[in-house]
C-alpha cells in the first residue's frame, strides 16, 4: 500500500512478555516517529527517526522500550517485561523530509492496539 | 513550542459549515500553525498547515488572525464522515526536534 503499515493491529500480551511492533514507513521516507496514545489521551511522541539514525528517545517512558531503524526504512518498537501501564495504541508515522523541515507534512499509520493482561 | 487553547467539544450539523477555533496568544513569529484529525480508531491525519496567510485545500481552510494570536479551521459543509478529534499544533522548526505535540484536541459531533 501507499501508506503507512503497522502490525500487528492488535497484540494482548501477558505481562512480563516481551513485545516487538512493527513500522513499513511509506516508501522514500526519511523520518520515522514512533507516538503511544492511552485511551482518550492524544498522541504523545516517543522516539523519532531521521534514516537510521535515532536523533530523539526523549519520550521513551522507562528502559524497557527500544526502537530500531537499522537499515533506514522498516523500524521495530520493542517493550520488554511488559506491564499493565504499557497498554496502548502505538502509532508510527513518516515523513519525506527531514522532522525540522518547515510545514513537514506527517503521515500517520493505523496503530498497533496493545492490550497487556 | 508555544501552547495552544481549544475547546474540549464542539456540535454540528450535517451540511453546514464548522468553524474550530485555536488560541495560541504565545506563538512566536516562526511558529507554523498546523492541524490535524484523528477518525475513530484511526491514526491521526494532516488537514492543513499555515504560517501567516489564510490557506485552503481541498479538506478545509485555516484562517489566521492577523496578530497570529487565534486560527480558525474552517470546514465549509460538514459531513458524518468529519467527526473526529481535531489537533491544533504549534510547531517552531528551528527551536524544536520537528515533532509533533498533541493536546488535548477539540471532538467534534456531526449531526445528521
Known amino acids: 500500500g501507499a501508506g503507512v503499515s503497522q502490525s500487528p493491529r492488535y497484540k494482548v500480551a501477558k505481562r512480563g512478555q516481551d513485545v516487538a511492533l512493527r513500522c513499513d514507513p511509506i516508501s522514500g521516507h526519511v523520518s520515522l516517529f514512533w507516538y503511544q496514545q492511552a485511551l482518550g489521551q492524544g498522541p504523545e511522541f516517543l522516539t523519532y527517526f531521521q534514516n537510521e539514525a535515532q536523533l530523539d528517545k526523549s519520550g521513551l517512558p522507562s528502559d524497557r522500550f527500544f526502537a530500531e531503524r537499522p537499515e533506514g526504512s522498516v523500524s521495530t518498537l520493542k517493550i520488554q517485561r511488559t506491564q499493565q501501564e504499557d497498554s496502548a495504541v502505538y502509532l508510527c508515522?513518516?515523513?519525506?523530509?527531514?522532522?525540522?523541515?518547515?510545514?513537514?507534512?506527517?503521515?500517520f499509520g493505523e496503530g498497533s492496539w496493545l492490550t497487556v493482561v | 513550542d508555544a501552547k495552544t487553547t481549544q475547546p474540549n467539544s464542539m456540535e454540528s450539523n450535517e451540511e453546514e459549515p464548522v468553524h474550530l477555533p485555536c488560541n495560541h496568544s504565545?506563538?512566536?513569529?516562526?511558529?507554523?500553525i498546523h492541524w490535524y484529525r484523528q477518525l475513530p480508531s484511526q491514526g491521526p491525519e494532516y488537514v492543513i498547515h499555515?504560517?501567516?496567510s489564510n490557506v485552503n485545500n481541498r479538506m478545509a481552510s485555516l484562517a489566521i488572525a492577523e496578530d497570529r494570536k487565534s486560527s480558525t479551521l474552517i470546514l465549509h459543509r460538514a459531513t458524518l464522515r468529519d467527526a473526529a478529534v481535531y489537533y491544533c499544533?504549534?510547531?517552531?522548526?528551528?527551536?524544536?526536534?520537528?515533532?509533533?505535540?498533541f493536546g488535548k484536541g477539540t471532538k467534534l459531533s456531526v449531526k445528521p
Open positions: 504565545t506563538i512566536s513569529g516562526t511558529d507554523y
Open positions: 499544533i504549534l510547531i517552531n522548526y528551528g527551536g524544536s526536534q520537528g515533532n509533533l505535540i
Open positions: 508515522a513518516s515523513s519525506l523530509n527531514p522532522a525540522r523541515t518547515g510545514g513537514n507534512t506527517i503521515y
Open positions: 499555515g504560517l501567516t
